[in-house]
């Protein structure tokens, strides 16, 4: 799961979104990112929406890339993204039923720009699949142990829902179809590195997911994991999590381009 990547918040976190945004622009690095999405293949799946258990951890040309879509939102899907996005970060540990930020009606609402991530599950090889599988699904309960200290209980449906990959996706024939997905990961690292330093580049690389970017931007890289045990607290001894992440982002100052209102409102 993306948050259990906490300690790695920083780096990224202290640059300004929109300067970024500008500078991404000027080197044509969203053109870029689009053409590496354009070279994977075409793809069918059944649909069911299960490898959208949870925000996916990006690079940070895409975080980018997604926060200028947001910016582009009315006021109130705007607001909606927020909540969504703060409300996973920090109870998606105690809630089960959680899902990716973006996922609506079994519909992801931000498909073209959906991150290398997403467009890489069911392409690995088994093997591949496999073992990251039992990776993340130890980390998982490794860092459900880790709250629990904290007197906070992870729900074992939380610690098993960890999916890497699955074998429903094929090409239009019905056949298997797998690629390079390093490959694939480090030619958007190296995007990356024209905006961040390259021991930042390799530090993050696509570990975080964007609940985790927004909020080290909007509270810094220490306070995070903080913020996120003492609310799951909170929240454990009867508080309503809805009310919390109100709270939170009352006292909250998202990156301008997430809340700026551009002049053409995008609600597709």
Same mark, same amino acid.
């Given at each position: ?34 053409? &590496?999405? *354009? ?16 925000? !996916? ?29 703060? #409300? ?12 990716? &930020? ?48 904290? #007197? &906070?209980?992870?729900?074992? *449906? $939380? $610690? ?11 090409? %239009? *024939? #019905? ?9 694939? =990961? ?10 961040? !330093?390259?021991?930042?580049? &390799? ?12 909020? =080290? *931007? ?19 001894? #009867? %508080? ?16 301008? !381009?997430?809340l700026a209102q551009r002049r053409r409102a995008h609600d597709g």
């Amino acid at each position: 799961m993306p948050a259990r990547h906490a300690n790695l918040l920083s780096g990224s976190a202290d640059l300004d979104p929109a300067r970024s945004t500008r500078r991404a622009e000027r080197h044509g690095l969203f053109r870029s990112l689009e053409r &590496i999405y *354009a070279d994977l293949p075409d793809t069918v799946c059944e649909n069911c929406a299960r490898c959208c258990f949870e925000s !996916p951890g990006i690079f940070y040309v895409e975080y980018l890339h997604a926060l200028d879509l947001i910016g582009r939102y009315a006021e109130r899907r705007r607001e909606d993204t927020a909540r969504r996005a703060f #409300g996973e970060l920090l109870f998606s540990w105690v809630e089960p039923e959680r899902t990716c &930020i973006f996922l609506q009606s079994q519909r992801c609402t931000i498909y073209d720009r959906r991150p290398l991530a997403c467009r890489l599950f069911g392409l690995v090889p088994a093997p591949e699949r496999e073992r990251a599988e039992a990776e993340a699904r130890l980390a998982a309960r490794q860092e459900a142990r880790r709250l629990q200290q904290f #007197g &906070i209980d992870v729900p074992e *449906a $939380v $610690v098993r829902r960890s999916l890497t990959s699955c074998d429903k996706v094929t090409d %239009a *024939a #019905g056949r298997a179809v797998t690629v390079d997905g390093e490959g694939y =990961a480090a030619r958007v690292a190296r995007l990356d590195a024209v905006l961040l !330093p390259k021991q930042t580049v &390799i530090e993050e690389f696509c570990f975080r997911s964007l609940p985790e970017r927004l909020a =080290a *931007a909007a509270f810094g890289a220490e306070a995070v994991d903080g913020m996120r045990t003492q609310l799951l607290r909170r929240a454990q001894a #009867g %508080a309503s999590a809805e009310e919390l992440v109100r709270l939170v982002l009352r006292q909250t100052r998202l990156p301008r !381009p997430f809340l700026a209102q551009r002049r053409r409102a995008h609600d597709g």
